[in-house]
């Protein structure tokens, strides 16, 4: 596989380095501006194609995106709105898709349920058909930037089997409960005792799995940035601390540990890209292929966070210091969409990759 960017790929990343890199200096920051930034730049067509008003970007691009954002800490809903609900919405060519490519809709994707760890295939949220529509009642937790979403897809099991239903933000019977992340963000619980039109059930189910292996991809790019930055920040910490006269930078120890770091960087590097290039395999290959990779991921952020806290020593945990951070981000996405235990029994229970 050729891992290095064509020129276009690199003007692309270099675009979307300084819009990042702009927001995060930025002394405020405010949604409703970053996304309107975002749009300008053409971030949020850039998955869809150019038939529904999209840019054709590729995954290879998507995945350099996504770097960024990890590298900058970016917050804006760009996998939920973007890679997780927009795809859903452009595979059913639903015309809310168009809100969205114009910046004026969020939409979110709730997965997980109390009590069923990452098993988003099997919900307890059940949907009843009615003569007026559809009764839909259950419950999903942690839910990614709920508090600013227009419009909620909420998978639910009906007597034909699993569907996914469009519920609008201000559908009575919702109930929203907001609660911060580890890394700062927010995230919700949310509760469902609706009445939906017929319409609000929409596409495939197949097509729920391909947009969540999607998305595992999008957070494996996103460790990758972090992990990168932390790697750096912690050679600049070596470099500029002293002790005994000289900087820690000169004690063997702690380069050996910076290279194995950067090493676990490198590893995560090639197996992003490794699933990036199984995404179009056939779904149980797929499946398996992308576990795999997010597991591996999240032993090197594990690894490259903890070995990045320990070498800052009580600075890694200050909050005026962006390691911490970075550590803290590395934790949320090391449990977003699966972490490693529930990843290793899907690569165990799948299908051989193929060689």
């Known amino acids: 596989m ?36 975002y749009q300008d730049l053409g971030l949020i067509a850039l998955p869809f194609s150019a038939e529904q008003g999209g840019l054709d970007g590729s995954r290879e691009t998507i995945m350099l995106l ?22 859903i919405l452009a595979r059913t060519g639903h015309p809310a898709l168009g809100d969205l490519l114009d910046g004026g809709l969020h939409a979110v994707l709730c997965l997980h349920e109390p009590g069923m760890r990452y098993r988003w ?38 007597a034909e089997g699993l569907a996914i239903f469009l519920v609008p933000a201000a559908t009575p019977g919702l109930s929203v409960q907001i609660h911060p992340t580890p890394d700062g963000r927010r995230a919700a619980n949310l509760t469902f005792d609706v009445m939906l039109p017929h319409d609000a059930a929409i ?12 998305g595992i ?18 050679a600049d910490y070596l470099n500029t601390r002293h002790q005994f006269g000289v900087p820690l930078s000169c004690f063997q120890a702690l380069q ?26 056939p779904p149980a290959q797929r499946q398996v292929a992308v ?10 952020a594990r690894f490259v966070g903890s070995e990045a806290i320990q070498l800052h020593g009580g600075m890694g945990l200050a909050a005026e210091y962006p390691a911490g951070r970075y550590f803290q981000r590395l934790t949320v996405l090391e449990t977003m969409l699966g972490d490693t235990d529930h990843l290793l029994e899907q690569v165990e229970a799948g299908p051989p990759l193929p060689s």
């Open 2 to 37: 050729n891992f290095d960017l064509d020129d276009e790929q690199i003007l692309v990343r270099d675009a979307i380095d300084r819009l990042f890199d702009t927001q995060a200096a930025a002394e405020t920051h405010d949604l409703a501006t970053e996304w309107r930034a």
């Open 66 to 87: 996504m770097e960024s954002y990890g590298r900058t800490l970016a917050q804006a809903p760009y996998l939920q709105s973007v890679l997780l609900a927009g795809r």
């Open 121 to 158: 295939d099997i919900p307890a949220t059940q949907a009843v058909r009615t003569d007026a529509g559809w009764t839909l009642r259950g419950a999903k937790v942690a839910v990614l930037d709920a508090d600013s979403a227009d419009l909620i897809l909420c998978p639910a099991t009906t």
């Open 203 to 214: 596409g495939d189910p197949a097509m729920l799995g391909e947009a969540v292996d999607g």
């Open 217 to 234: 991809v999008a957070c494996c790019a996103e460790a990758v940035g972090a992990m990168e930055r932390l790697v750096s920040l912690s």
């Open 256 to 281: 050996h540990r910076a290279a194995d770091m950067l090493v676990a960087v490198e590893q995560a590097r090639s197996m992003t890209f490794y699933a990036v290039s199984m995404l179009d395999a």
């Open 291 to 300: 576990a795999a990779s997010k597991a591996l991921v999240n032993r090197a």
